[in-house]
């Protein structure tokens, strides 16, 4: 059996693309609460002045708002969850419920209240919560005030917060994350740090030290989890992207490994507890001052993270560095497209379906970190239909996330790869975190909601529920 009989089979969602209920019980209005839908999205949020204007009044349609109602809807949807046997559920804790303001005095007690009924439902299954600390649900107020994570500010404030749910949840969570797709920021800094950049010019320095603030802020969350909660374990999360040089040309391959370096250089130094050297000359030959102080050179350096964990979804070729002009295709991806690859297919939004792609990056972070890994999010954005008779047979998922559980068996059995556990993503259907559409689904549950946020509500099983419930059954043993 490639599995152990530990290992964590279950599903993921965020606290912003499922709760809905964005101002009730003294939620305050937090960084996804103030985007608009459709396929423009990522555009919309870097346009300062919109931003501003959106922060102010939310006119027309914010599909975070609702969402799936999950805050409503939470014990009929984990009943589901414990009925294709999952061993945990990832979900996170919104910031802006806990903190509404980000600097407010003292927590929002019913806040607080709803993840422990949320974690107490969990539990009477004896499913484990796996808690991510921050995706993308900040409090708005620091945007306003400090323009979000490019302000240290913010590493007290999120201390504070962190320690707050440490000491509530004490004996409930066992599985924490610091950031979701810590990495989110260098390509769409509002999504990740809440960063508004009126001048382009001044974009890498304002991404940059917004990572370092939350590298920071991430290591003295792990500080707190090793002191507070002995018990339980903290990791990173990055969205891993698995590239291949276009060609075989020396440059082609420097280029790929450049790529690559710029996407793990943040989780190195989760892992690690330090930068890696290129990012020094980088800094100075950039002019970049991140305003790392030689205590955070000490904190970053004696609390690295207990497990390393990734979302998954697609792979792309990285560009033909050695002829610049050279006419390629480009397509689509999870945060960065990058060249057509030939032998790929893709899905409906263009992200190139790649299952020997998750073995390679196991691998690869295997080999780097030598850490225990975690794939926290993996799966497959598709139009599902609704059949007259009301089934949903979505075998094209079925088929995605088969192929992808047979490689990362293969990375534990083969490669002697230690990994904890898979949550495919948006286990129940949610709102797409970069289009905001609802018609991306990734549910085993089906939700009837559409882009403009009509729809019943209502959960049903598709065809993929029955079959990831055999799966777990079995322990990844049955994939028919
Ligand atoms: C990851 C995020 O980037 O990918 C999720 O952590 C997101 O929040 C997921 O939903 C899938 O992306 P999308 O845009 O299809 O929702």
Known sequence: MAFSKNFLWGGAIAAHQAE???????????TCDV??????????????????????????????????????????????????????????????????????AQPNEQGLAFYDSLFDELLKYGIEPLITLSHWEMPINLTKKYNGWVSRQLIPLFERYVKTVFARYKGKVKYWLTFNEINVTLHVPFLGSGVLIDDPADKDTMAYTACHNQLVASALAVKACHEMLPDAKIGSMVAAITSYPYTSHPDDNWGKMKLERKNYFLTDVQARGKYPEWTKQYFASQNINIGMTAEDEKILRENTVDFVSFSYYASSATCTYHDPAAKVETI?????????????????????????????????LYDRYEKPLFIVENGLGAKDVVTANGEINDDYRINYLRAHIKSMKAAVEDDGVELLGYTPWGC???????????????????????DEGNGTLK?????????????????????N
């Open 20 to 30: 809905g209920a964005h101002l009730e019980d003294g939620k305050g209005l937090c």
């Open 35 to 104: 985007m608009h839908g459709g396929k423009g999205r990522f555009a919309e949020i870097q346009k300062p002045d919109v931003m501003r204007k959106n922060i102010a009044a939310q006119d027309g349609y914010f599909p975070e708002h609702i969402a799936i109602d999950f805050y409503h809807h939470y014990k009929e949807d984990i009943a589901l969850f414990a009925e294709m046997g999952f061993k945990t559920f990832r979900t996170s804790i919104s910031w802006a419920r806990i903190f509404p303001n980000g600097d407010d």
């Open 332 to 364: 689509a991806g999870n945060l960065i497209g990058g060249v057509k690859n030939p032998y790929l297919k893709s899905s409906e939004w263009g992200w190139q379906i790649d299952p020997m792609g998750l073995r390679i990056v196991l691998n690869f």
């Open 428 to 450: 129940i259907d949610i709102i797409s975190a970069s289009t905001g559409e609802m018609s991306k689904r990734y549910g085993f549950i089906y939700v009837d909601r559409d």
């Open 459 to 479: 959960r049903s099983r598709k065809k993929s529920f029955f079959w990831y419930k055999g799966v777990i059954a079995s322990n990844g043993e049955n994939l």
